[in-house]
Protein backbone atom coordinates (compact mmCIF):
# COMPACT_ATOMS: atom_id res chain seq x y z
CA UNK A 1 0.00 0.00 0.00
CA UNK A 2 1.13 3.43 -0.85
CA UNK A 3 2.55 5.32 2.43
CA UNK A 4 4.58 8.44 3.21
CA UNK A 5 7.57 8.53 5.79
CA UNK A 6 8.32 11.08 8.06
CA UNK A 7 11.23 10.66 10.31
CA UNK A 8 10.85 6.74 10.62
CA UNK A 9 7.06 7.15 10.54
CA UNK A 10 4.91 4.99 8.20
CA UNK A 11 2.15 7.23 7.43
CA UNK A 12 -0.85 5.61 5.34
CA UNK A 13 -3.58 2.78 5.56
CA UNK A 14 -2.88 0.46 8.12
CA UNK A 15 -1.10 2.40 9.64
CA UNK A 16 -1.51 5.04 12.97
CA UNK A 17 -3.17 7.80 11.44
CA UNK A 18 -1.65 11.00 11.80
CA UNK A 19 -2.96 14.31 13.67
CA UNK A 20 -2.23 17.96 12.70
CA UNK A 21 -2.91 20.72 15.01
CA UNK A 22 -2.95 23.68 12.31
CA UNK A 23 -1.79 26.81 14.66
CA UNK A 24 -2.05 28.99 11.70
CA UNK A 25 -2.81 32.78 13.40
CA UNK A 26 -4.23 31.56 15.97
CA UNK A 27 -0.92 32.77 17.60
CA UNK A 28 -2.18 36.19 17.90
CA UNK A 29 0.82 37.85 17.65
CA UNK A 30 2.84 36.52 20.30
CA UNK A 31 5.74 34.06 20.27
CA UNK A 32 5.12 32.94 23.95
CA UNK A 33 1.63 31.94 22.80
CA UNK A 34 2.68 29.74 20.03
CA UNK A 35 4.86 28.20 22.05
CA UNK A 36 1.91 27.67 24.76
CA UNK A 37 0.08 26.05 21.31
CA UNK A 38 2.55 23.65 20.81
CA UNK A 39 2.99 22.26 24.09
CA UNK A 40 -1.46 22.26 24.45
CA UNK A 41 -1.23 20.33 20.86
CA UNK A 42 1.51 17.32 22.49
CA UNK A 43 -0.35 17.32 26.02
CA UNK A 44 -3.82 16.79 23.56
CA UNK A 45 -2.32 13.79 21.83
CA UNK A 46 -1.29 15.74 18.41
CA UNK A 47 1.58 13.55 16.32
CA UNK A 48 2.88 17.22 14.70
CA UNK A 49 1.91 21.03 14.72
CA UNK A 50 1.81 22.82 11.54
CA UNK A 51 2.48 26.49 10.72
CA UNK A 52 2.38 28.67 7.93
CA UNK A 53 5.67 30.37 6.48
CA UNK A 54 5.08 33.89 4.63
CA UNK A 55 4.49 37.46 4.81
CA UNK A 56 2.34 39.83 3.40
CA UNK A 57 4.58 40.76 0.50
CA UNK A 58 4.94 37.16 -0.62
CA UNK A 59 1.28 36.66 -0.50
CA UNK A 60 0.18 39.58 -2.16
CA UNK A 61 0.66 43.40 -3.01
CA UNK A 62 -0.12 46.31 -0.70
CA UNK A 63 -3.37 47.98 -2.35
CA UNK A 64 -6.35 49.32 -1.86
CA UNK A 65 -7.98 48.20 -5.63
CA UNK A 66 -10.96 46.13 -5.43
CA UNK A 67 -9.64 42.77 -6.36
CA UNK A 68 -7.12 43.37 -3.07
CA UNK A 69 -10.50 43.13 -0.91
CA UNK A 70 -12.17 40.42 0.30
CA UNK A 71 -15.35 39.69 -0.88
CA UNK A 72 -18.74 38.16 0.79
CA UNK A 73 -19.28 34.97 2.26
CA UNK A 74 -16.23 34.64 4.46
CA UNK A 75 -15.23 35.56 7.53
CA UNK A 76 -13.15 38.18 6.33
CA UNK A 77 -15.46 40.03 4.06
CA UNK A 78 -14.32 43.91 3.78
CA UNK A 79 -10.94 43.75 4.55
CA UNK A 80 -7.68 43.41 2.52
CA UNK A 81 -5.61 40.80 1.59
CA UNK A 82 -2.54 42.53 2.52
CA UNK A 83 -3.69 43.80 6.28
CA UNK A 84 -4.84 39.97 6.65
CA UNK A 85 -2.08 38.73 5.78
CA UNK A 86 0.05 40.87 7.83
CA UNK A 87 -2.04 39.95 10.67
CA UNK A 88 -1.79 36.21 10.56
CA UNK A 89 1.74 35.63 9.46
CA UNK A 90 3.93 34.05 11.43
CA UNK A 91 6.78 36.14 12.07
CA UNK A 92 10.23 33.41 10.30
CA UNK A 93 12.28 34.20 13.25
CA UNK A 94 9.65 32.10 15.28
CA UNK A 95 9.88 28.90 13.38
CA UNK A 96 13.33 27.50 15.03
CA UNK A 97 12.31 28.35 18.42
CA UNK A 98 8.91 27.03 18.00
CA UNK A 99 11.02 23.63 16.24
CA UNK A 100 12.81 23.03 19.47
CA UNK A 101 9.32 23.63 21.92
CA UNK A 102 7.63 20.67 19.08
CA UNK A 103 11.20 18.70 19.32
CA UNK A 104 11.21 19.12 23.09
CA UNK A 105 7.55 18.00 23.28
CA UNK A 106 8.06 15.30 20.93
CA UNK A 107 6.19 16.16 18.29
CA UNK A 108 6.79 16.95 14.43
CA UNK A 109 6.66 20.60 13.06
CA UNK A 110 6.38 21.44 9.91
CA UNK A 111 4.56 24.49 7.55
CA UNK A 112 2.94 25.42 4.59
CA UNK A 113 5.39 27.52 2.40
CA UNK A 114 4.13 29.68 -0.05
CA UNK A 115 7.06 30.77 -2.18
CA UNK A 116 10.16 29.39 -3.33
CA UNK A 117 11.99 32.08 -0.65
CA UNK A 118 9.66 30.43 1.98
CA UNK A 119 10.13 26.53 0.37
CA UNK A 120 14.18 27.41 0.86
CA UNK A 121 13.75 28.94 4.29
CA UNK A 122 11.82 25.76 5.75
CA UNK A 123 14.46 23.40 4.16
CA UNK A 124 17.10 25.18 5.44
CA UNK A 125 15.19 24.62 9.07
CA UNK A 126 15.37 20.85 7.91
CA UNK A 127 11.78 20.79 8.48
CA UNK A 128 10.25 16.52 7.71
CA UNK A 129 7.65 17.62 5.11
CA UNK A 130 6.00 19.94 3.25
CA UNK A 131 2.37 21.41 2.43
CA UNK A 132 0.70 22.94 -0.32
CA UNK A 133 -2.48 24.66 0.92
CA UNK A 134 -5.72 24.59 -1.27
CA UNK A 135 -5.01 27.35 -2.93
CA UNK A 136 -1.55 27.35 -4.25
CA UNK A 137 -2.29 23.58 -5.75
CA UNK A 138 -2.78 25.47 -9.10
CA UNK A 139 0.76 26.45 -8.63
CA UNK A 140 2.70 24.23 -10.55
CA UNK A 141 5.97 26.02 -10.15
CA UNK A 142 5.55 25.88 -6.20
CA UNK A 143 4.56 22.52 -6.53
CA UNK A 144 7.13 21.46 -8.16
CA UNK A 145 10.06 23.34 -6.66
CA UNK A 146 8.69 22.20 -2.94
CA UNK A 147 8.67 18.52 -4.68
CA UNK A 148 12.40 18.94 -5.75
CA UNK A 149 13.04 19.19 -2.18
CA UNK A 150 13.64 15.46 -1.12
CA UNK A 151 10.91 15.72 1.44
CA UNK A 152 7.22 13.97 1.48
CA UNK A 153 4.26 16.80 0.49
CA UNK A 154 0.88 17.07 2.16
CA UNK A 155 -1.54 18.56 -0.76
CA UNK A 156 -5.06 20.17 0.51
CA UNK A 157 -7.57 19.82 -2.47
CA UNK A 158 -9.98 22.42 -1.67
CA UNK A 159 -11.85 23.38 -4.43
CA UNK A 160 -9.68 21.15 -7.12
CA UNK A 161 -11.11 19.43 -9.86
CA UNK A 162 -10.17 16.20 -10.67
CA UNK A 163 -7.92 17.03 -13.38
CA UNK A 164 -6.60 20.00 -11.13
CA UNK A 165 -5.54 17.40 -8.41
CA UNK A 166 -4.65 14.59 -11.10
CA UNK A 167 -1.73 17.75 -12.72
CA UNK A 168 -0.65 18.50 -8.87
CA UNK A 169 0.01 15.16 -8.22
CA UNK A 170 2.14 14.61 -11.39
CA UNK A 171 3.82 17.82 -10.73
CA UNK A 172 5.19 16.60 -7.33
CA UNK A 173 6.11 13.29 -8.06
CA UNK A 174 7.89 14.37 -11.59
CA UNK A 175 9.58 17.17 -9.45
CA UNK A 176 11.29 14.46 -7.17
CA UNK A 177 9.02 14.09 -4.32
CA UNK A 178 9.65 10.99 -2.14
CA UNK A 179 6.17 10.78 -1.59
CA UNK A 180 2.64 12.86 -1.69
CA UNK A 181 -0.13 12.50 0.64
CA UNK A 182 -3.62 13.82 -0.40
CA UNK A 183 -5.68 15.96 1.96
CA UNK A 184 -9.87 16.08 1.71
CA UNK A 185 -10.42 19.60 2.05
CA UNK A 186 -13.84 22.16 1.73
CA UNK A 187 -12.03 25.52 1.75
CA UNK A 188 -14.71 27.72 3.29
CA UNK A 189 -14.03 29.10 6.58
CA UNK A 190 -16.05 27.03 8.76
CA UNK A 191 -16.93 24.58 6.27
CA UNK A 192 -20.53 22.45 6.15
CA UNK A 193 -20.63 19.01 6.87
CA UNK A 194 -23.19 19.08 3.69
CA UNK A 195 -20.50 19.96 1.66
CA UNK A 196 -17.65 17.84 3.39
CA UNK A 197 -18.26 15.15 0.69
CA UNK A 198 -16.15 12.57 2.81
CA UNK A 199 -17.40 9.16 0.23
CA UNK A 200 -14.54 11.40 -1.61
CA UNK A 201 -11.94 9.64 0.11
CA UNK A 202 -11.84 6.06 -0.63
CA UNK A 203 -12.49 7.48 -4.38
CA UNK A 204 -9.22 9.42 -4.23
CA UNK A 205 -7.41 6.67 -2.57
CA UNK A 206 -8.09 4.29 -6.05
CA UNK A 207 -7.90 7.61 -8.19
CA UNK A 208 -4.09 8.47 -7.34
CA UNK A 209 -2.55 4.99 -5.05
CA UNK A 210 -1.74 7.60 -2.71
CA UNK A 211 -2.44 7.73 1.22
CA UNK A 212 -5.73 10.07 1.68
CA UNK A 213 -6.70 12.69 4.59
CA UNK A 214 -8.74 15.45 5.86
CA UNK A 215 -7.95 18.88 6.32
CA UNK A 216 -11.22 19.20 8.21
CA UNK A 217 -12.87 23.39 8.57
CA UNK A 218 -15.91 22.50 9.86
CA UNK A 219 -16.82 23.63 13.58
CA UNK A 220 -17.14 19.88 14.91
CA UNK A 221 -15.30 16.26 15.08
CA UNK A 222 -17.61 14.58 13.62
CA UNK A 223 -16.35 14.66 9.82
CA UNK A 224 -12.75 14.29 11.03
CA UNK A 225 -13.73 11.03 12.87
CA UNK A 226 -15.78 9.83 10.16
CA UNK A 227 -13.02 10.25 7.97
CA UNK A 228 -11.06 7.79 9.64
CA UNK A 229 -13.94 5.31 9.13
CA UNK A 230 -13.71 6.01 5.47
CA UNK A 231 -9.77 5.60 5.03
CA UNK A 232 -8.32 8.78 6.18
CA UNK A 233 -5.08 8.47 7.29
CA UNK A 234 -3.83 12.17 7.91
CA UNK A 235 -6.37 14.46 10.04
CA UNK A 236 -5.70 18.58 10.21
CA UNK A 237 -7.51 20.80 12.30
CA UNK A 238 -6.74 24.04 13.34
CA UNK A 239 -5.89 24.24 16.40
CA UNK A 240 -6.29 27.43 19.46
CA UNK A 241 -5.94 28.24 23.06
CA UNK A 242 -10.20 29.96 23.20
CA UNK A 243 -12.14 30.70 20.16
CA UNK A 244 -13.84 33.17 21.58
CA UNK A 245 -10.44 35.23 21.23
CA UNK A 246 -10.21 37.55 18.10
CA UNK A 247 -8.16 36.39 15.25
CA UNK A 248 -8.32 35.37 11.36
CA UNK A 249 -8.72 31.91 12.55
CA UNK A 250 -10.07 31.67 15.75
CA UNK A 251 -13.96 30.54 14.71
CA UNK A 252 -13.20 27.79 13.53
CA UNK A 253 -10.64 26.38 15.84
CA UNK A 254 -10.30 23.36 18.15
CA UNK A 255 -9.71 24.17 21.78
CA UNK A 256 -7.58 22.12 23.70
CA UNK A 257 -10.19 19.76 25.62
CA UNK A 258 -11.79 19.26 22.36
CA UNK A 259 -8.65 18.74 20.28
CA UNK A 260 -8.01 16.29 22.87
CA UNK A 261 -11.53 14.46 22.61
CA UNK A 262 -10.97 14.30 18.52
CA UNK A 263 -7.72 12.51 19.00
CA UNK A 264 -9.51 9.96 21.55
CA UNK A 265 -12.49 9.37 19.18
CA UNK A 266 -9.74 8.98 16.35
CA UNK A 267 -7.74 6.11 18.00
CA UNK A 268 -11.29 4.33 19.20
CA UNK A 269 -12.29 3.74 15.78
CA UNK A 270 -9.10 3.17 14.01
CA UNK A 271 -8.80 0.29 16.47
CA UNK A 272 -12.36 -0.91 15.81
CA UNK A 273 -11.39 -0.73 12.30
CA UNK A 274 -9.33 -3.58 12.83
CA UNK A 275 -8.50 -5.64 10.27
CA UNK A 276 -10.54 -8.74 8.09
CA UNK A 277 -11.46 -10.89 10.03
CA UNK A 278 -14.24 -13.52 10.32
CA UNK A 279 -14.96 -16.09 13.31
CA UNK A 280 -14.50 -15.03 17.15
CA UNK A 281 -12.21 -12.89 18.38
CA UNK A 282 -10.54 -13.64 21.60
CA UNK A 283 -12.85 -11.96 23.73
CA UNK A 284 -15.70 -13.25 22.04
CA UNK A 285 -14.45 -17.09 22.88
CA UNK A 286 -16.15 -17.67 26.20
CA UNK A 287 -19.70 -15.82 24.81
CA UNK A 288 -19.81 -19.59 22.24
CA UNK A 289 -21.19 -21.11 25.58
CA UNK A 290 -24.50 -19.05 25.13
CA UNK A 291 -25.10 -20.16 21.44
CA UNK A 292 -28.19 -22.63 21.15
CA UNK A 293 -27.35 -26.18 20.57
CA UNK A 294 -29.60 -29.37 20.83
CA UNK A 295 -30.57 -30.69 24.33
CA UNK A 296 -32.63 -33.72 25.87
CA UNK A 297 -35.18 -31.72 27.29
CA UNK A 298 -37.23 -35.39 28.63
CA UNK A 299 -36.18 -38.48 29.73
CA UNK A 300 -35.25 -40.91 27.15
CA UNK A 301 -34.87 -44.78 27.43
CA UNK A 302 -32.54 -46.49 25.37
CA UNK A 303 -34.19 -47.10 22.12
CA UNK A 304 -36.69 -44.77 21.90
CA UNK A 305 -36.87 -42.71 19.00
CA UNK A 306 -35.80 -38.84 19.38
CA UNK A 307 -38.98 -36.25 18.95
CA UNK A 308 -39.57 -32.81 18.44
CA UNK A 309 -40.90 -33.03 22.35
CA UNK A 310 -37.60 -34.63 23.16
CA UNK A 311 -35.32 -32.76 21.48
CA UNK A 312 -34.84 -28.64 21.33
CA UNK A 313 -32.42 -26.05 20.38
CA UNK A 314 -31.79 -24.12 24.22
CA UNK A 315 -28.88 -22.27 25.47
CA UNK A 316 -26.08 -23.06 26.18
CA UNK A 317 -23.78 -24.17 23.77
CA UNK A 318 -22.96 -27.09 24.69
CA UNK A 319 -24.33 -29.75 22.58
CA UNK A 320 -24.76 -30.78 18.68
CA UNK A 321 -25.63 -27.44 16.35
CA UNK A 322 -29.20 -26.78 15.83
CA UNK A 323 -28.33 -27.46 12.36
CA UNK A 324 -28.41 -31.16 13.17
CA UNK A 325 -31.84 -31.27 14.20
CA UNK A 326 -33.62 -32.96 11.26
CA UNK A 327 -30.71 -35.79 11.07
CA UNK A 328 -31.68 -36.93 14.77
CA UNK A 329 -35.48 -36.54 14.84
CA UNK A 330 -36.83 -40.49 14.13
CA UNK A 331 -33.32 -41.64 15.73
CA UNK A 332 -33.09 -44.06 17.97
CA UNK A 333 -31.50 -43.14 21.58
CA UNK A 334 -28.13 -46.01 22.03
CA UNK A 335 -28.97 -45.91 25.90
CA UNK A 336 -30.73 -43.73 28.88
CA UNK A 337 -30.47 -40.40 28.42
CA UNK A 338 -31.63 -37.64 31.07
CA UNK A 339 -33.25 -34.64 30.93
CA UNK A 340 -30.90 -32.17 30.74
CA UNK A 341 -28.11 -33.59 28.81
CA UNK A 342 -26.64 -31.75 25.73
CA UNK A 343 -26.59 -34.32 22.21
CA UNK A 344 -24.13 -35.83 21.04
CA UNK A 345 -23.56 -38.31 18.32
CA UNK A 346 -22.78 -41.37 20.12
CA UNK A 347 -26.28 -40.71 21.91
CA UNK A 348 -27.92 -41.27 18.85
CA UNK A 349 -28.01 -44.65 16.39
CA UNK A 350 -26.21 -44.15 13.46
CA UNK A 351 -24.74 -41.25 14.83
CA UNK A 352 -20.88 -42.06 13.65
CA UNK A 353 -21.65 -41.78 10.37
CA UNK A 354 -22.45 -37.88 11.00
CA UNK A 355 -19.93 -37.85 13.26
CA UNK A 356 -17.20 -38.92 10.67
CA UNK A 357 -18.60 -36.41 8.50
CA UNK A 358 -16.53 -33.07 7.11
CA UNK A 359 -18.10 -30.58 9.26
CA UNK A 360 -20.74 -31.83 11.20
CA UNK A 361 -19.33 -32.74 14.80
CA UNK A 362 -20.62 -29.73 16.33
Known sequence: MPELVVRGRRIGTGHRVYVIAEISANHQGSLARAEELVGLAADAGADAVKIQTYTADTMTIDS?????????????SGRRLYELYEEAATPWEWHEPL?????????????????????????????????????????????????????????????????????????????GAPGVALLRCN???????????LRSIPDMAERW??????????????????????????????FTLDRAEPGPDSAFSLEPDEFRTLVREVREVEAALG???????????????????????????????????????????????????????????????????????DLVEGGDAHANGPGTSS
Do not use: C, N
Open 99 to 175: MQVAADAGLDLFSTPFDRSSVDFLVQLDVPLLKIASFELVDHALVAYAGSQDRPLLISTGMATAEEIDAAVHVALES
Open 275 to 345: EVRYGPSEREKPSLAFRRSLFVVRDVRAGEVFTEDDVRSIRPGDGLAPRHLTAVIGRRATRDVARGTPLAW
Open 64 to 76: DAEPFRIGEGTLW
Open 187 to 197: SAYPASPEEMD
Open 209 to 238: KVPVGLSDHTLGTAAAVASVALGASVIEKH
